[in-house]
C-alpha cells in the first residue's frame, strides 16, 4: 500500500462534474436573458445613412419632389406610400399641394391631376385627419393668394381632397406698423395624458433575472443537501461485547475469485463529518498474466490524517508468504508486515490515534493448491485511542 493517503475522489469528481454542469448552464441561461433583454432594449437601427426625414430641410424637399415625381411616371401609389412613410401626414398633404400648384403653374394639369390622385389615395390609406388638410390647404392658399394659377390649383386639390370643400384663406396680414386685433380666445384642448413609460430599463430586467437565477441556484442546494442528507446511512448502533470501550466503526469485506479490481476503503468521519482517514482491503500481489487475475497477497491498511500515516498489513497465501521475492517486497516497506492468511486469525495495527483489530473471518484457496485466493473475507474494529 502506498504510504500516500487516498482522497475519495468519487465525490470530489462528483462534485466538481455537477459545478461545470450547473455552471454552463447558468451561464448559458444568463447570456441568452441578457441578449434578449439588450436586443429588445435596443432594438437594430438603420445604420446605411439617415432616414429621408433626417436629412435638412433642402435635401427633404429634393427628396420628396423626386418622390412624387417618380409616382407621375410610374403611377404606383403603395410605392410612393413606402417613400413617404417616415414624414408625418402633413408634410406629406404639404408637399402633394405645391407640387400640384407647381405644375398647374407650368401648364400640366395631367401631372398636376395625377398628383391630386396620388393625395386622395393617400388619404384613403393613411387615414388622413381632415383638419389636418383643412389647416394645410388655408397655408397653401395664403402662400398663393397673389399667384392666380396657383391659387386655383389649390382650391382644385383641396375640393378632391374634402370632397368640394374649399378652406377659405386666413386674412392678408396688416401693413407693418398697425396692430392686429387679437382673435377670440378659443377654449384650451384639455392636456394629453403623459405618455406611459416605455417599461423598465434593461438593467433592471437583468438584475431581476440574475436574482431569479441566484434563487434557482439556492433552492438546488438546499434540496442537494436534503438530498443526500436521506441518502446518508444512518449510523447504526455498535453492538460491543469485548472488553474496553466499543469500536468507532466496523467494516467487513469480502473478496471473490474474478474481482480484478477489488479495492474496497471506508472513510473514518467524525460526528460532523469531518474527514480523519480510510482503512479497508484492496489486492496488492497477483500472478502476472492471469484472467481472472490470481491474488496472493491483500493489502489490508489504515490512513490515518491526523498521524500522516500510512499502514499495511498484507494478508499474503501461503505459496506468496513463503516466496522470497514475494516477501521481500513486502518488507521493503517499513510501514508494512507480512500477514500469512489462515482463518479465524487476528492481528492489529495501530497510529497514534487510531488502532484497527482486524480478523480473517472466511477464506478459501482456488483449485489446485494454497497458491491463489478463491475467496478471503476480513472484518475490522476501529478504535479510536
Known amino acids: 500500500m502506498s504510504e500516500s493517503p487516498r482522497p475519495p475522489m468519487e ?3 462528483r462534485s466538481l462534474f455537477v459545478g461545470i454542469l450547473i455552471g454552463l448552464v447558468l451561464g448559458a441561461i444568463v447570456g441568452i436573458l441578457m441578449a434578449t433583454v439588450y436586443v429588445w432594449q435596443n432594438p437594430p437601427v438603420y445604420e446605411g445613412g439617415a432616414y429621408p426625414s433626417e436629412l435638412t430641410d433642402a435635401y427633404q424637399k429634393h427628396y420628396l419632389a423626386m418622390v412624387v415625381d417618380s409616382y407621375i411616371v410610374n403611377q404606383e401609389p403603395g410605392v410612393a406610400k413606402e417613400r413617404l412613410k417616415t414624414f408625418d401626414s402633413r408634410t406629406q398633404i404639404l408637399v402633394l399641394g405645391e407640387r400640384s400648384a407647381a405644375y398647374v403653374a407650368a401648364g400640366r394639369g395631367a401631372e398636376a391631376q395625377a398628383i391630386n390622385s396620388l393625395a386622395t389615395n393617400l388619404k384613403s390609406i393613411e387615414g388622413w385627419n381632415e383638419e389636418t388638410i383643412k389647416d394645410v390647404v388655408g397655408e397653401l392658399a395664403a402662400k398663393y393668394q397673389n399667384d392666380p394659377a396657383r391659387a386655383q390649383a389649390i382650391g382644385t386639390f383641396s375640393a378632391q381632397m374634402l370632397g368640394g370643400l374649399v378652406p377659405e384663406a386666413p386674412p392678408a396680414q396688416p401693413p407693418a406698423g398697425e396692430a392686429a386685433e387679437p382673435a377670440p380666445a378659443e377654449p384650451a384642448a384639455p392636456a394629453a395624458p403623459p405618455a406611459a413609460a416605455g417599461g423598465y430599463s434593461w438593467v433592471t ?12 441556484a439556492i433552492m438546488y442546494i438546499i434540496g442537494r443537501r436534503r438530498f443526500e442528507a436521506r441518502r446518508r446511512p444512518t449510523k447504526q448502533d455498535i453492538v460491543w461485547e469485548g472488553e474496553g470501550p466499543a469500536p468507532i466503526k466496523v467494516w467487513s469485506g469480502t473478496y471473490t475469485l474474478g474481482q480484478d479490481m477489488y479495492d474496497e476503503f471506508a472513510t473514518i468521519e467524525t460526528d460532523d463529518d469531518d474527514f ?17 487475475k490470481q491474488v496472493v497477497a491483500f493489502d489490508v491498511g489504515l490512513f490515518d490524517k ?19 521475492t514475494i516477501r521481500a517486497k513486502i518488507e521493503a516497506n517499513p510501514q508494512a508486515e507480512a500477514i500469512l492468511a489462515e482463518p479465524g486469525k487476528k492481528f492489529s495495527f495501530e497510529t497514534s490515534a487510531l488502532r484497527v483489530d482486524a480478523t480473517i473471518d ?5 483449485e489446485g493448491g494454497n497458491t491463489y485466493f478463491e475467496k478471503l473475507t476480513v472484518s475490522l474494529n476501529l478504535f479510536l485511542k
Not at 205 to 216: G, H, K, N, P, T
Not at 362 to 366: G, L, V
Open 276 to 292: 480523519l482517514g480510510e482503512f479497508g482491503m484492496g489486492i496488492l500481489e497477483a500472478i502476472p498474466n492471469t484472467s481472472p
Open 205 to 216: 430586467y437583468l438584475l431581476c433575472c440574475l436574482l431569479f437565477l441566484v434563487l434557482l
Open 306 to 324: 491526523t498521524d500522516i500515516t500510512t499502514l499495511s498489513r498484507a494478508v499474503m497465501s501461503e505459496y506468496a508468504y513463503n516466496d522470497e
Open 11 to 13: 465525490a470530489v469528481r
Open 362 to 366: 472466511d477464506m478459501a484457496y482456488a
